[in-house]
Each structure stands twice: as C-alpha cells, then as structure tokens.
C-alpha cells in the first residue's frame, strides 16, 4: 500500500497545478476519475511545501467546474430537445414514464439549490448531477455558482484532509481507496440489478 500511496503523490508533484486541472474536469465530466486522488495528495504536497495550498485548491475547484459546465451544456444543447420523445418511444426499455420524467423535473426545479449544492459531496452523484441541471435547463449561471460553492467545499475539505494528516498519509489514502472501490462496486452491482 505504502508503494501506491507513493506513486499517487508522485504522479499528482509532476503533473503540478495543470495536472490536477485536468484531472478535475474529468472528475466532474463522465469520466469515473476520484477527486480524492487529485485533491488529497496535493494538500500533502502543500504540507511539505511542494505545492502552494491555494493554488492547488484554485486549480482543482476550476476544473470540476470546466467538468461540470461540460456535462451542463452537452445534456443542455443536445439530450433536452430529444428525450422526451425518447422515453415516450421506448420507455419500456428504459424503464421510464414521462411521468417519471416529469415528477423529476418538478422535484428538480424546486430543489434545485440544494440538489446542486449537496450533490458535490457524493461519489458518482457528483459526475451526475450536471446531466439534470442541463435538460430541465437550470439558470446556468446559477449552476456555476452553486457547483463552484460545492465542489469547493468538497476540494477544501479533500486538502484539509492531505494537509493536516499527511503523517498518517498511509492511513488516510487506505480509508479513501476502500470507500471508492467499496462504491464504485456497489454502482455497478446496483446498475445491473436494475437491468
């Protein structure tokens, strides 16, 4: 473990700030990239004095939200015209009435705010998120803010983390690694059983 732990913080010193950029917007697009493998490492390398602490959080909270408005602007432009016409069409493969569609979109446009907002703290949630706020069409410049105000919080607690337990590195990383393979497991056991 103490050899993964290892490259991990090495790999994320030598992509430096750009790196943890880009790895970010994945996190926050489809892609199924943890934060916690960007962020927590670089709030130890600013605890050692490798990287400088805002600027690690400034490049990685910038990132989520390129992500984001990536999966905001795709569901937006081109997934809202269609899939209503898709579920009327093929609801039984999909398992979805344009009722439950709807109901979606009423929850959705009253809860908006605080979906937004929480919905950064949650693994995968967080990849999701953006695909609602796209096709109900939520004030985009409302979804920047309220994902900026989420996954900042997120980064800033992630680094907090990196920074104030970096002598107990080994285990920290231990916990987070089990908790992203322990969910990613259970998302796809639970996406199959649905199937």
């Given at each position: 473990?103490?050899?993964?732990?290892?490259?991990?913080?090495?790999?994320?010193?030598?992509?430096?700030?750009?790196?943890?950029?880009?790895?970010?917007?994945?996190?926050?697009?489809?892609?199924?990239?943890?934060?916690?493998?960007?962020?927590?490492?670089?709030?130890?390398?600013?605890?050692?004095?490798?990287?400088?602490?805002?600027?690690?959080?400034?490049?990685?909270?910038?990132?989520?939200?390129?992500?984001?408005?990536?999966?905001?602007?795709?569901?937006?432009?081109?997934?809202?015209?269609?899939?209503?016409?898709?579920i009327n069409k093929y609801w039984k493969y999909f398992l979805i009435k344009i009722e439950h569609y709807e109901r979606?979109?009423?929850?959705?446009?009253?809860?908006?705010?605080?979906?937004?907002?929480?919905?950064?703290?949650?693994t995968v949630i967080r990849q999701l998120i953006s695909l609602p706020a796209g096709v109900f069409k939520m004030n985009?410049?409302?979804?920047?803010?309220?994902?900026?105000?989420?996954?900042?919080?997120?980064?800033?607690?992630?680094?907090w983390v990196g920074y104030v337990a970096w002598e107990t590195w080994n285990l920290v990383i231990a916990g987070i690694?089990?908790?992203?393979?322990?969910?990613?497991?259970?998302?796809?056991?639970?996406?199959?059983?649905?199937?």
């Open positions: 473990m103490h050899e993964i732990i290892d490259i991990i913080v090495n790999f994320v010193g030598e992509l430096g700030y750009t790196g943890i950029f880009f790895m970010m917007v994945l996190e926050s697009s489809f892609f199924p990239f943890p934060s916690e493998v960007a962020m927590i490492p670089a709030g130890y390398l600013a605890s050692i004095g490798q990287m400088n602490f805002a600027i690690a959080f400034l490049a990685g909270t910038a990132g989520a939200l390129i992500g984001a408005s990536i999966n905001y602007i795709l569901w937006y432009k081109l997934w809202a015209p269609i899939i209503k016409t898709l979606t979109e009423i929850y959705f446009q009253k809860h908006w705010v605080i979906t937004t907002f929480l919905a950064r703290f949650v985009f410049a409302k979804f920047l803010f309220y994902t900026w105000l989420g996954a900042g919080w997120w980064n800033l607690l992630l680094m690694l089990f908790v992203v393979i322990i969910g990613t497991i259970y998302y796809f056991v639970h996406k199959n059983k649905k199937k």
